[in-house]
């Protein structure tokens, strides 16, 4: 049997689901059964790839990275209203108090720990507050939770309900439509907490630049950064958990950013 993808924009998906396959088929008593067990899950995540009205599998573990963080928070006592989860309202970062500001990025890539910044303001603390970038790394698990199990999750946390369907709706997912993306099962393998001000994280501000901002003409700036290697060392488990209660704790009062 031969496999191949025909569609250009589902190639790196495509490029995930060849090895899954070679790893599912490694040391298991039938190998052709295996093999098109692997080939049907992943038929449907192509199918619901197509689907004009479904985020595509970059953008939906982006949106799981955000609703784990807002989970967390809000299981430290962070106010159900969600006024700090701003990222799908298209803020610099994604989880904002006025003291504090959390940058969330998931990815699915099993090797290396490589993250794409979208601008030049997005690694910037805000003025008068702190910035910790969350790396989480996820991977399928036909056992592990979909996006639907993670919305109830983050209601039986404390967030209202009206308040996750209106910033589910921001990026484009009906709230009671979810079932649509039952087969995107996922488990979390990893969470690195970083403080972006710390000596030797590489990043690139508007005050890099001789004239303390970004040269006259340059209408956007993205870049990516290596985070594999040792340093920039990641917060240890209690400077984490300490960011994390800081936050939930300015949270907690509902202010508005």
């Not at 060849?18 to 049907?40: I, N, Q, W």
């Not at 090797?111 to 910035?131: C, K, M, Y």
Request: contains cysteine; charged residues 25%.
């Amino acid at each position: 049997m031969t496999i191949v993808c025909l569609v250009p924009e589902l190639h790196r998906v495509f490029t995930q689901f060849c090895r899954e396959l070679a790893e599912s088929v490694e040391h298991v008593p039938s190998p052709a059964r295996e093999a098109a067990d692997a080939f049907e899950r992943w038929r449907d995540l192509f199918s619901e790839a197509l689907a004009p009205d479904l985020l595509g599998e970059e953008e939906l573990v982006g949106l799981v990275g955000e609703l784990i963080a807002v989970e967390d928070v809000l299981t430290r006592g962070a106010s159900g209203d969600l006024d700090f989860w701003v990222g799908p309202l298209n803020h610099v970062h994604d989880l904002r108090t006025p003291s504090h500001a959390i940058e969330v990025k998931a990815t699915l890539v099993r090797e290396g720990r490589i993250v794409s910044i979208s601008s030049v303001d997005q690694l910037q603390p805000p003025v008068g507050a702190t910035l910790v970038l969350r790396h989480m790394r996820l991977e399928r698990d036909p056992s592990g939770f979909d996006l639907r199990m993670l919305m109830a999750r983050v209601i039986a946390a404390g967030a209202d309900r009206t308040e996750l369907a209106r910033k589910l709706r921001a990026v484009g997912v009906n709230i009671d439509e979810v079932d649509a993306y039952r087969r995107r099962t996922y488990r979390l393998v990893e969470t690195r907490f970083y403080d972006v001000t710390a000596e030797a994280f590489p990043r690139i501000l508007r005050s890099s630049f001789s004239d303390g901002d970004v040269p006259v003409g340059t209408l956007r700036l993205a870049y990516a950064i290596d985070l594999t290697n040792e340093p920039p060392h990641p917060m240890t488990a209690v400077q984490s958990q300490q960011a994390l209660n800081d936050f939930a704790e300015e949270a907690s009062r509902g202010l508005d950013t």
